[in-house]
């Protein structure tokens, strides 16, 4: 194996879930490079891809279906930051996803969609909707392989959450 498809493979094992654009910033590769490697790579048997919402996304051989997926969505902000908060709070409706994570409600709406049709999240049949993870253990697993300061995160987000709650409370 040559020195560059070497280092692809490598970063692939140590970033599950990267995407393509990604492996090229964090190596300094040309696109030809890195397509030209990726597909090797691929053709040997030595990675797997998995396409998620455009985006082709690279991994060991040693994870699932439901893992590369659930890996893809944690590698995207918005379905990271939805995970996580319910990772922390557990089962939660959207509008307060919303409101928490000042996102526009049909921007949660597609995230939860996707997510949720992924497998990574169950919505309720009963009123008022409520989302949570499909799997809250394995999910905690692959946090920690994406984010290996996950705790740090929620902390500080619990922080943030906390002071707000007092503000709010002291203006009232």
């Given at each position: 194996?040559?020195?560059?498809?070497s280092?692809?493979c490598?970063?692939?094992q140590?970033?599950?879930g990267?995407?393509?654009?990604?492996?090229?910033?964090?190596?300094?590769?040309?696109?030809g490079?890195?397509?030209?490697?990726?597909?090797?790579?691929?053709?040997?048997?030595?990675?797997?891809?998995e396409?998620?919402?455009?985006?082709?996304h690279?991994?060991?051989?040693?994870?699932?279906?439901?893992?590369?997926?659930?890996?893809?969505?944690?590698?995207?902000?918005?379905?990271?930051?939805?995970?996580?908060?319910?990772?922390?709070?557990?089962?939660?409706?959207?509008?307060?996803?919303?409101?928490?994570?000042?996102?526009?409600?049909?921007?949660?709406?597609?995230?939860?969609?996707?997510?949720?049709?992924?497998?990574?999240?169950?919505?309720?049949?009963?009123?008022?909707?409520?989302?949570r993870?499909?799997h809250p253990?394995?999910?905690?697993?692959?946090?920690?392989?994406?984010?290996?300061?996950?705790?740090?995160?929620?902390v500080?987000?619990?922080?943030?959450?906390?002071?707000?709650?007092?503000d709010?409370?002291?203006?009232?």
């Amino acid at each position: 194996m040559t020195t560059t498809r070497s280092r692809v493979c490598h970063h692939v094992q140590e970033t599950p879930g990267v995407h393509f654009n990604q492996i090229k910033r964090d190596l300094d590769l040309a696109t030809g490079q890195v397509q030209y490697h990726l597909k090797r790579l691929v053709d040997d048997g030595e990675l797997d891809v998995e396409r998620v919402g455009g985006r082709a996304h690279y991994f060991d051989l040693d994870f699932d279906p439901w893992e590369r997926r659930t890996l893809a969505y944690l590698r995207r902000e918005t379905a990271r930051e939805i995970i996580v908060r319910l990772h922390a709070q557990g089962p939660i409706q959207p509008a307060t996803l919303t409101e928490d994570l000042d996102l526009a409600r049909s921007t949660v709406a597609w995230h939860v969609s996707n997510l949720t049709e992924a497998d990574v999240l169950v919505k309720s049949e009963e009123w008022p909707t409520t989302v949570r993870l499909a799997h809250p253990e394995r999910t905690a697993e692959l946090l920690e392989a994406v984010s290996p300061s996950l705790p740090d995160r929620l902390v500080d987000r619990f922080m943030r959450t906390v002071d707000s709650l007092l503000d709010d409370a002291a203006d009232n």
